[in-house]
């Protein structure tokens, strides 16, 4: 089955800086990858996914970036506000069988003002 | 987004009775349902995919007959823990899809605790 390892599993930047949060994928069928940021006791929220037939996205201070060929994507967030602390997920949508999610393990980012 | 709502967020039971989480989508037909459950400071951990109208799919080391899904409409499904110990307290959510290549959109979760 599909394996999603996320790293770093901790990110502490001062606010106005960029964050990088990347993410390996094994199934090179993968071709969905969305992002979720979680509050602390609050559901998952996404916040950005690609697909594979794009190589970047970008929403406002937020861009996604796949390399299909190494088989990695990573979650860019530029001029970090405290209020963008949580922990994100990433996850994988192989499309064979039942497209079941593959999440990473998390990264809870702390973004100090 | 489309909504998933999760009831109850909270419960605290005793030990050996069952509880019921109840998930549903809102404005949107759910064809597909997961179950997760997250320790803190952890990922989700997937417990299982109910389809409407189909039993269950879970995962290797989930108990079947102790976390029972049921999957009855397009905008329902429930997770009832039966008989509840205290090494079942987690935080469980549920998400919500409209279908393959579809987005997941996720519950509130609920927080259990069995004394």
């Known amino acids: 089955g599909e394996n999603v390892e996320q790293h770093p599993s901790t990110l502490s930047v001062q606010e106005g800086d960029s964050a990088v949060i990347k993410c390996t994928y094994s199934?090179?069928?993968?071709?969905?990858f969305p992002w979720y940021k979680q509050e602390l006791g609050k559901r998952p929220q996404l916040i950005i996914d690609?697909?594979?037939?794009?190589g970047e996205k970008k929403d406002q201070r937020i861009a996604v970036t796949l390399n299909k060929t190494a088989k990695h994507f990573s979650l860019h967030i530029t001029e970090t506000q405290p209020e963008d602390s949580a922990v994100y997920f990433c996850a994988s949508y192989s499309s064979g069988g039942s497209y079941i999610p593959t999440f990473g393990r998390g990264t809870s980012l702390i973004v100090h003002p | 987004g489309a909504v998933v709502s999760q009831h109850p967020s909270r419960v605290i039971c005793k030990s050996g009775t069952s509880v019921k989480i109840e998930c549903r989508s809102l404005?949107?037909?759910?064809?597909?349902m997961f179950w997760y459950r997250q320790f803190p400071k952890q990922s989700l951990m997937l417990m299982a995919t109910?389809?409407?109208?189909?039993?269950?799919?879970?995962e290797q080391g989930v108990e079947k007959d102790k976390f029972l899904i049921n999957h009855a409409s397009l905008t329902l499904s429930t997770l009832t823990v039966t008989s509840a110990h205290p090494e079942d307290s987690s935080f469980y959510i549920c998400?919500?899809?409209?279908?393959?290549?579809?987005?997941?959109?996720f519950g509130s979760g609920t927080q259990l605790s069995v004394l």
């Open positions: 998400s919500a899809s409209g279908g393959v290549g579809e987005k997941l959109f």
């Open positions: 199934d090179s069928a993968s071709n969905y």
């Open positions: 109910s389809n409407e109208g189909s039993k269950a799919t879970y």
């Open positions: 404005d949107f037909q759910a064809t597909t």
């Open positions: 690609i697909r594979s037939n794009v």
